[in-house]
């Protein structure tokens, strides 16, 4: 144990003889070698009690050879009586001697640990390892290496706190001070110990940027109740919260500890802790990968057919939507939990999507399978189009997460060019229509149309009509092709919306007119990227 010196024996002594596990030993003794976390649980203790040993041979060595004053162990049996003053109900810690090793034995080796409740006891062990490997192989993930996370039960914080006091004052005799940062945390001892197990089992190594999660969540109903005291002392650190099923998180917990006085803490709770009975519990252990990413640009055919699910009052009124039609594919082939869809802008129901089409990106959850090569994607590319009439697909591409803000960028800026079937009730002749050819850089003010205001707050929006090409078709209907803004509500700017959106087509042509047909034929978003496909 040639960590551990000679400033580390009266806590090695006083910790062990509490109930305190060798490893939670070395944490408070700011032992930083990891690994010296990794030895056996048993050749740990017989260090530690080796250690006292030795040290006690050589005290007593010196105690044989001076009479005069009297011998450090000597002083040591008056103050071993423990640190009266931190103990909540004032008796006295009977604190066995260094010597007395079946005490040690029975206080240390067989007891639940009194600060980590076992964590780093048993959960360290190769049969919790292999539990863990078992879950991670049963679930089916792709991945190459693995980050691992672990949730503590939040009372353990405040048994630490509690040794932490413990430890400061004997080190205060010692005239040395002891930051409660100083002390190893448990979650780091843990990782140090775990890491190197799993990484053997499974096969890949640990990264802590690994998009592939490994968690244990530890919980003990025992002790749940040992952090409520703080709420009288510190009610602000405990606000109740959405999502929240107590009001006692981790988090909040040590913010209270940080905020109560040490004689407040000591009033409500045993310093040292007690050992409890039972050990942790692993309530969960759960994987997770990151999200993958997929882009394209989608074409949709159908006049009846939404974006997304078309959905009111939690009735369906359409059968299908665009981003059903292309993510019920994605889920499957990549096995994820779930999906988010996004695209540049969005199309009315009636509305066809032509041209090199309009981008999209689908976030899949939790996917099982994450590697896909070029050819893996044209074939699911080729998947989804053979699956309806209704829409195709192209450039259909793994992305990462900050290449799908290219997508939105500047999405105001952006243009979008339209072709319209417009109807108008008075008759109308080529001449009527060809002025609107010479139109540049129209400036319409549109109110939020009332189709949508149910949906986006009222406002009136500056948009711009770049250009406008007129196509005669007979007296009354014509094709205006448009580019525009993006952005701009195509529908108002024909027929005004009675009125709220001013100048209109009706106004220009100082009739009524309406539209019977929308195509969006480009939208001008260079991204994704092309592919040949």
Known sequence: ??????????????LLST????????????????????CPYKDLMKDLKEFLKNNQEKEDAVCSE??????????????????????????LQQIPLANNENAAEENSAVEVCNVCLGILQEFCEAAFIKKVCQ??????????????????????SVREHAAWLLVKQEMGKLGLPLAKDDIIQLKEAYKWIIHPQLSEELGV?????????????????????????????????FKPAKNKQSVFTRMAVIKALEKIKE???????????????????????????????????????????????????????????????????LVAEFKADSFNFSSSGREDVDVRTL?????????????????????????????????????????LQLVTREAIGRMKEGEEEKTKTYSALIWTDKAIQREDIAFLDD??????????????????????????????????IDQHHFRLHLKTQAGTYIKEFVHGDFGRTKPNIGSLLNRTADILELDVESVDVDWPPALDN
């Open 439 to 472: 139109i540049k850089e129209l400036k319409l003010d549109q109110k939020t149309p009332l189709r949508v205001l149910h949906r986006r707050p009222l406002a009136v929006r500056c948009r711009i009509i770049h250009t406008m090409k007129s196509e005669y």
């Open 263 to 329: 004689e407040d803490f000591l009033k409500h709770f045993p310093c040292p802790p007690s050992s409890p009975k039972n050990l942790c519990v692993a309530l969960e252990i759960q994987c997770n990968n990151g999200a993958v990413f997929v882009a394209g640009r989608y074409n949709k055919y159908s006049r009846n057919l939404p974006q997304t699910p078309w959905i009111i009052d939690g009735e369906r009124k359409l059968e299908s939507s665009v981003e059903e039609l292309i993510s019920e594919h």
């Open 135 to 156: 879950k991670v192989n049963s679930t089916d993930y792709q991945f190459t290496s693995f980050v691992f996370s672990v949730s503590l039960p939040p009372q353990l």
């Open 205 to 237: 190594p640990a990264d802590g940027k690994s998009l592939f999660e490994v968690s244990v969540v530890f919980a003990h109903t025992e002790t749940d109740e040992e952090c409520h005291f703080l709420a009288k002392p510190c009610p602000d650190c």
């Open 355 to 395: 041209g090199n089409g309009r981008p999209f990106a689908i976030e899949l959850v939790n996917p099982r399978r994450i590697h896909f090569t070029a050819e893996e994607m044209k074939g699911l590319q080729q998947t989804i189009n053979n699956s309806s009439d209704k829409i195709q697909v192209r450039d």
């Open 66 to 91: 001076v009479v005069d004053p009297p011998c450090k162990r000597m002083r040591l049996e008056h103050t071993e009586e423990g640190p009266d003053d931190l103990n909540h109900n004032g008796e």
């Open 19 to 38: 109930g305190t596990c060798p490893r939670c030993i070395l944490r408070f003794c700011c032992v930083g070698s990891q690994t010296l976390y990794r």
């Open 1 to 14: 144990m040639s960590s551990l010196t000679e400033k580390d024996r009266s806590i090695v002594q006083l």
